[in-house]
């Protein structure tokens, strides 16, 4: 070859102009923007509303609640980049993708040092994508975003009622943080006192620790919450506080919001987390417990909060936090085959 030769066909001398299978099939994880396991991006309501949408993934990536530990704002784009080998559910023996038509919506348009505005984004979009009929799951961001996110859906699906089932740590029922009433520390308590969710449609399993201080209990229980430590789950296993949450959660509401603090599992197994606790579940008691819950109640929304990959190793927090959605999409996958359907999932 000579390198002065100008010709433009140089290429072709190493067959580089053969054609070649197209470029958007069969490609790894790693190439292309990414979207939750490779789903469209369709970011516009009517566009999620015109293809009739199952359920959209939206990120929150708002931090500015965390009272230790920064770093969930990078949690969406994480949890999104995970990789994913197929989508046949070994655990439900389903092809979820093949049943529901998911979409990633995007992310919310947010910016740092502005709660108030960033809550009242998330709260806009999350009605705009509960309004297309699509079953939202919320992909946070710290969790301090379920107080707008159950508030958009308590409105959009009003007038059936909605309660909680919260898997956690903490009890994130502070009357206040440092004087703010917008942290991750208070949101459940925010979504009592609006009347956006009843305290006796709230159940709490995983919790554990050092916080929050009795007086903070006393309220709980003059609210009618219900919760789980993870003593009694270390005393009765966690099949059967599983079950009693279901029970529950069915006892009242009409819909069931699920929301994961990724720190309800044992920081030995999920430590890119702001607010670490040791002492927590198993990944596979929390996967368990999801596809239990979701085969069990119907959903109105799930969001997956405080994934802080600054302080993950190895990815395996976001590697958990993706399969906490993507068992429960496939449990919803599992409904709708069955002929049992959810807001979100049209039979």
């Given at each position: 070859m000579n390198p002065a030769d100008p010709s433009p066909a140089i290429g072709a001398r190493f067959g580089w102009d053969r054609a070649f299978a197209p470029d958007d099939e069969?490609?790894?994880?790693?190439?292309?923007?990414?979207?939750?396991?490779?789903?469209?991006l369709v970011t516009e309501a009517a566009a999620i509303a015109a293809r009739g949408a199952d359920v959209a993934i939206l990120g929150a990536p708002h931090d500015d609640g965390t009272s230790h530990r920064p770093g969930a704002r990078f949690g969406p784009r994480a949890i999104r980049a995970i990789y994913t080998p197929g989508d046949h559910s070994l655990q439900l023996d389903i092809q979820p993708f093949s049943v529901l038509d998911v979409v990633d919506a995007g992310d919310v348009a947010l910016t740092p040092g502005w709660a108030d505005r960033n809550h009242?984004?998330?709260?806009?979009?999350?009605?705009?994508?509960?309004?297309?009929?699509?079953?939202?799951?919320?992909l946070g961001g710290d969790h301090s975003i379920t107080w707008p996110v159950v508030t958009a859906l308590a409105e959009a699906r009003a007038p059936r009622s909605i309660g909680i089932v919260h898997f956690d740590a903490h009890a994130d029922t502070a009357p206040e943080q440092w004087g703010t009433l917008s942290g991750h520390g208070s949101p459940m308590r925010r979504l009592?006192?609006?009347?956006?969710?009843?305290?006796?449609?709230?159940?709490?399993?995983?919790?554990?620790?050092?916080?929050?201080?009795?007086?903070?209990?006393?309220?709980?229980?003059?609210?009618?919450?219900?919760?789980?430590?993870?003593?009694?789950?270390?005393?009765?296993?966690?099949e059967a506080v599983v079950a009693d949450a279901i029970a529950e959660a069915l006892d009242g509401p009409d819909l069931i919001h699920l929301s994961v603090d990724i720190d309800v599992v044992d920081p030995g197994m999920a430590p890119g987390t702001g607010t670490p606790e040791p002492g927590g579940l198993l990944g596979r008691e929390l996967l368990r417990a999801v596809r239990q819950i979701v085969g069990a109640v119907e959903l109105a929304g799930m969001d997956v909060v405080e994934v802080a990959p600054a302080y993950d190793h190895a990815e395996v927090t976001a590697t958990l936090a993706h399969r906490v959605v993507l068992e429960a999409i496939s449990a919803l996958a599992v409904?709708?085959?069955?002929?049992?359907?959810?807001?979100?999932a049209r039979g």
């Open positions: 069969g490609l790894p994880s790693y190439v292309g923007l990414p979207t939750f396991s490779g789903v469209p009242a984004r998330i709260w806009q979009r999350v009605r705009e994508v509960a309004g297309t009929g699509a079953l939202p799951i919320v009592i006192e609006s009347g956006a969710v009843a305290g006796r449609n709230f159940v709490q399993v995983g919790l554990r620790g050092y916080w929050p201080p009795p007086e903070v209990f006393d309220w709980m229980r003059a609210q009618g919450m219900r919760w789980h430590t993870m003593r009694e789950i270390e005393e009765r296993g966690a409904r709708r085959r069955d002929g049992s359907t959810a807001p979100g």
